[in-house]
C-alpha cells in the first residue's frame, strides 16, 4: 500500500474516500456511486445549496492529483479547508441544533428535486464561524419511490436524543456523546423519561414507540418482519411531513435550567471593574491587531467577550472553549447577534477530547487538531493549577504547545478569584506565585509586552515561543 | 384501546403488502425506526381516506339534498 492514504476517519463509505494532501482536501466518488454522484449533479441541488452556503463548495479536479492507482476513482473533488475540525460532542446545545435543522432542511430541499440523503450523520457538518455547513458530497442519492427515511435512527441518535437530554432533563449531553461517539440511542432516553412527557405526540413516535417496536421486533419473527420491512413503502407526503415536524419540533427545544450555569452570567459578576475589562481587552486587540491571526484558541472563553475583542484587532477566526453550558449558549447567541467568525465548544481543559473511534484514530484528539496561530489563556491558569492541582509548570508547558504565540492571564493568590477556589481547601501550592508563572514561560518563550490589569496583580503576558 | 391496536395492526399490514421497494442499504435504519415509519404513513393514508369518503358520506347527502330542492322546484315551475 503505497501512495496518499485516506484520512483515517473517512472508511465507512464504500462510495469514496477524504484525502488530505500537500494542504488541500479532496474525496474521491468511485465508478459504483458514480452514477448517483451524476444524477445528484444534473439535478443542480449541489451548485443551488453551495450559493446558498448550506454546502460546502467543491470542484471536480483531474483525477490524477492523488495518484491513486488501483481502483482509480472516477471522479476526484476539491473542497475547501475549513480552518477548524470540530465534533458534534463538542459542541454546544444551540450549535447542535442548527447543525440538526440545517440536516432536515438539506433533506426537504434534496426531496423536491428527487434526491435523498444516505444517512444522517452528525460527523457531515462542520462549523464556519457560528454557521453550520454540510460538508459529504457523497450522502446524497437519487430518492426511490416509497422509500423510507433510512437515516431516521441515526439522526434521533447523534440529534435529537442529545437534544432533549438537555432539553428535558438539564442534562449536558457532550460528555456521554463523547463517550458513545455515536451519540444517545433511543432505548436510553425512553428510560429517563417521566409519565408527563408520554403525552407530546413527538415524544410518543420519536422516542416510545421507535424504541418499542425495535425492542419488540428482536423479540418475535424478526426474519419475517425484516423481509416484510425490506419491502415497505412510504409514500413521500408522509415522508416530508415527518421531516418538516421534526424541525419544527427542534426549533422549538430550549435547555432546562437556564439560570443554573455558573459563567453564564460571569460577564456581569466576575470580579473584573469596567476598567480592568477595558484595558484587557485593549491587549488582546492590540495582539491581534500585530499578528493579524488567521486561527485563534481561546480556552476559558466564556461568553467569548474577548474573542470578539481578537476578531475586531484583525483575527479571521476564533474557536472558543469553555466547560460550561451557559457560557457556550451566551457565546452562540453573541456569535449569531453580531455576526462573528466564532465557535464556542465544549471542553474541559483538564481532560481535552482524546483520539477515539475506530482503531483510537477514527476521531483526532485536540492536540492533535492544534493548528491555530495563536492561544488566548484567560483566567485559566489558576483554575488547572489551583482547583485541579495541575503542576504550573505542565499547565505552562502545555499551552506552549498549543499555538506559536498568544496571550496568558496569570491571577495571583491574593486575586479574590483564587482566594475563593482556596477558601474551603489547604494551600499546598508554595510555588504558585507571579515570579515563578514568569520565570516557566521564559524558559520556553519570549515575552513582547505584559501589564498588571487589577489592583490585585493580575498579569497578561504576551508571548511568542522560542 | 384494542381497536386503537388493530387499527395500527391493520394500517402497517396494509402498507406492508401494498407496495414494494428497495433502497441502496448504505445504513441500517433499524426495526424500530422502519415499523414507526410505516404506522405513521399508515395514519397519514388514514387520514386521506378517511378525508376521501367523509367528502362522499357528505356528498351523498348534499346531493340528495340538491337532487330533492331541484325537483321541488321544476314541480313549482308547473
Not at chain 1, 432542511?105 to 428527487?114: C, F, K, M
Not at chain 1, 484595558?279 to 499578528?291: G, H, N, P
Not at chain 2, 442499504?25 to 404506522?39: E, H, K
Not at chain 2, 367528502?55 to 321544476?74: D, K, Q, T, Y
Request: charged residues 20%; hydrophobic residues 40%.
Amino acid at each position: 500500500m503505497g501512495g496518499v492514504q485516506p484520512l483515517s476517519g473517512s472508511f465507512r463509505d464504500p462510495s469514496g474516500s477524504v484525502y488530505q494532501f500537500e494542504g488541500r482536501i479532496f474525496r474521491t466518488v468511485n465508478g459504483c456511486f458514480s452514477q448517483e454522484f451524476d444524477f445528484v449533479t444534473s439535478t443542480g441541488l449541489f451548485q443551488k445549496m453551495a450559493t446558498e452556503g448550506l454546502l460546502l463548495p467543491f470542484e471536480v479536479v483531474s483525477s490524477d492529483v492523488l495518484k491513486l492507482s488501483d481502483p482509480k476513482p472516477q471522479y476526484v473533488l476539491e473542497a475547501p479547508m475549513l480552518p477548524f475540525i470540530s465534533y458534534p460532542y463538542e459542541w454546544s446545545f444551540p450549535a447542535l441544533k442548527a447543525a440538526a435543522l440545517l440536516h432536515l432542511r438539506i433533506h426537504l430541499q434534496s426531496l423536491e428535486v428527487g434526491v435523498t440523503l444516505s444517512d444522517a450523520s452528525a460527523y457531515n457538518i462542520q462549523f464556519q464561524g457560528n454557521q453550520p455547513v454540510f460538508i459529504d458530497h457523497l450522502s446524497f442519492r437519487r430518492y426511490q419511490s416509497g422509500e423510507m427515511w433510512v437515516g431516521h435512527r441515526q439522526f434521533c441518535e447523534q440529534f435529537l436524543n442529545p437534544l432533549l437530554l438537555r432539553a428535558f432533563f438539564g442534562i449536558s449531553p457532550n460528555a456521554w456523546y463523547r463517550g458513545t461517539q455515536e451519540g444517545i440511542t433511543t432505548g436510553e432516553i425512553r428510560r429517563l423519561l417521566k409519565w408527563r412527557h408520554y403525552w407530546k405526540w413527538n415524544v410518543l413516535t420519536h422516542v416510545v414507540l421507535q424504541d418499542l417496536f425495535q425492542k419488540t421486533s428482536t423479540k418475535r419473527t424478526k426474519s419475517l418482519q425484516n423481509h416484510s420491512l425490506a419491502k415497505a413503502s412510504f409514500p413521500l407526503s408522509s415522508f416530508k411531513a415527518m421531516l418538516e415536524k421534526m424541525s419544527h419540533w427542534i426549533s422549538q427545544l430550549a435547555p432546562l435550567n437556564k439560570g443554573e450555569s455558573t459563567w453564564g452570567d460571569y460577564d456581569k459578576t466576575c470580579s473584573y471593574s469596567s476598567m480592568e475589562t477595558k484595558s484587557k481587552k485593549q491587549f488582546i486587540l492590540e495582539f491581534a491587531q500585530t499578528v493579524q491571526p488567521t486561527l485563534v484558541w481561546d480556552l476559558g472563553c466564556n461568553t467569548g467577550e474577548y474573542s470578539e475583542a481578537a476578531l475586531n484587532g484583525g483575527a479571521r477566526n476564533v474557536v472558543g472553549f469553555d466547560f460550561d453550558q451557559g457560557a457556550l449558549d451566551g457565546s452562540y447567541h453573541r456569535a449569531i447577534e453580531r455576526r462573528l467568525s466564532f465557535q464556542a465548544l465544549f471542553m474541559d481543559a483538564a481532560n481535552p477530547s482524546p483520539n477515539q473511534g475506530w482503531n483510537g484514530l477514527e476521531r483526532e484528539s485536540l492536540q492533535s487538531r492544534a493548528s491555530a496561530d495563536a492561544v488566548f489563556a484567560l483566567a485559566l491558569v489558576h483554575h488547572l493549577a489551583i482547583a485541579r492541582n495541575i503542576p504550573l509548570v505542565q499547565v505552562v508547558h502545555w499551552l506552549l504547545t498549543l499555538a506559536p504565540q498568544g496571550v496568558i492571564e496569570f491571577v495571583p493568590k491574593n486575586d479574590p478569584m483564587v482566594q475563593e477556589l482556596l477558601s474551603l481547601r489547604q494551600d499546598i501550592f508554595p510555588n504558585y506565585t507571579t515570579e515563578h508563572f514568569m520565570a516557566l514561560l521564559k524558559e520556553k518563550a519570549v515575552i513582547i509586552k505584559n501589564e498588571t490589569v487589577s489592583k490585585s496583580g493580575r498579569l497578561l503576558v504576551w508571548f511568542k515561543r522560542k | 384501546m384494542r381497536h386503537l391496536g388493530s387499527f395500527v395492526v391493520i394500517s402497517i399490514i396494509l402498507i406492508v403488502f401494498g407496495f414494494e421497494n428497495s433502497a441502496l442499504a448504505y445504513l441500517d435504519p433499524g426495526t424500530g425506526s422502519m415499523v414507526l415509519q410505516l404506522l405513521l404513513g399508515g395514519i397519514a393514508g388514514a387520514v386521506v381516506i378517511l378525508k376521501l369518503y367523509w367528502s362522499r358520506f357528505v356528498g351523498l347527502f348534499r346531493g340528495n339534498a340538491r337532487e330533492e330542492s331541484e325537483h321541488s322546484s321544476s314541480e313549482d315551475q308547473k
